[in-house]
C-alpha cells in the first residue's frame, strides 16, 4: 500500500453535525496537505503540515475548520457544524520535505455530502 | 504566488499530438512549473515538471522558452484513456499548489 490513503471515501451528514476526515500519507513523507474541490473547479489549498505543526493554515475558510496530524504522519481534518457549502471532495496530498519542489501525491480523496 | 491561463477544453482525435499552453507571465526567478493530470474520481497525478527548455519523460514533453512567461505541455499520439483534466501549476519549495479550472481534454475516437 504505497498511495495515500483517505477514509472514508464518502460521507454524508446533516447539517450542523460534526465530522473527521482521515488521511494516511506515503510513509516518510513529512509534508501534508489538504485541498477541497468542488464541482468544476480546481482544487483549493487548506492546510499544509510540516512534520506534526501546520506551517500554513491560511486556506481554511473559517474556525469550524480544523486540521490535526499530532504524530507527524496521519492527520485528521475536523469540520464542526457543517453547512451545506461545505460539501466537496477533500484531497489530503504529502510529499518530502526538501528544499526542492517535490511532486506531491494525492489520495482518491473524500465526498462530504452535508444535507 | 503566480497566476497561470489555459484553455478551458480542448478535443482530439485518438493518435493526434496535444499541446496544451499555459501564460504564467508573472512567474518567480525561483519558480518551478508542474503540470497534474486529474481523472474524474481521482485526486491529481504529478506528469511533469521543468525549470527552463526541454523536459521529457515516458509520458509528456515540456517546452519552456527562455523568458518562462509560458509553457506548453505536449502529449504524443493521445488515446481516450489520456481524456482529463490538465492543470498547470508554479510555484517553489514545498509550498501549497494554487490550482486554476484546468483543460480539460476530451479525446475522441
Known amino acids: 500500500g504505497a498511495g495515500v490513503s483517505q477514509t472514508p471515501s464518502n460521507k454524508v451528514t446533516e447539517k450542523g453535525k460534526y465530522v473527521e476526515l482521515r488521511c494516511d500519507p506515503i510513509?516518510?513523507?513529512?509534508?501534508l496537505y489538504w485541498y477541497r474541490q468542488s464541482l468544476g473547479q480546481g482544487p483549493e489549498f487548506l492546510i499544509y503540515?510540516?512534520?506534526?505543526?501546520?506551517?500554513?493554515d491560511s486556506g481554511l475558510p473559517n474556525d469550524r475548520f480544523f486540521a490535526v496530524r499530532p504524530e507527524g504522519s496521519v492527520s485528521t481534518l475536523k469540520i464542526q457544524r457543517t453547512e451545506r457549502g461545505d460539501s466537496a471532495v477533500y484531497l489530503c496530498?504529502?510529499?518530502?520535505?526538501?528544499?526542492?519542489?517535490?511532486?506531491?501525491?494525492f489520495g482518491p480523496g473524500t465526498r462530504l455530502t452535508v444535507l | 504566488l503566480a497566476k497561470t491561463t489555459q484553455p478551458i477544453s480542448m478535443d482530439s482525435y485518438e493518435g493526434q499530438e496535444v499541446n496544451i499552453t499555459c501564460s504564467h507571465n508573472?512567474?518567480?526567478?525561483?519558480?518551478?512549473i508542474t503540470w497534474y493530470q486529474q481523472f474524474p474520481s481521482q485526486g491529481p497525478r504529478f506528469i511533469i515538471q521543468?525549470?527552463?527548455t526541454k523536459v521529457t519523460n515516458e509520458v509528456a514533453s515540456l517546452f519552456i522558452p527562455a523568458d518562462r512567461k509560458s509553457s506548453t505541455l505536449s502529449l504524443p499520439r493521445v488515446s481516450l484513456s489520456d481524456t482529463a483534466v490538465y492543470y498547470c501549476?508554479?510555484?517553489?519549495?514545498?509550498?501549497?499548489?494554487?490550482f486554476g479550472k484546468g483543460t480539460r481534454l476530451s479525446v475522441i475516437a
Open positions: 521543468g525549470y527552463k
Open positions: 510513509s516518510g513523507h513529512t509534508a
Open positions: 503540515f510540516q512534520g506534526t505543526g501546520a506551517a500554513d
Open positions: 501549476l508554479v510555484g517553489a519549495g514545498n509550498t501549497p499548489l494554487v
Open positions: 508573472n512567474i518567480a526567478t525561483n519558480d518551478y
Open positions: 496530498a504529502s510529499s518530502l520535505s526538501s528544499d526542492a519542489y517535490n511532486e506531491q501525491f
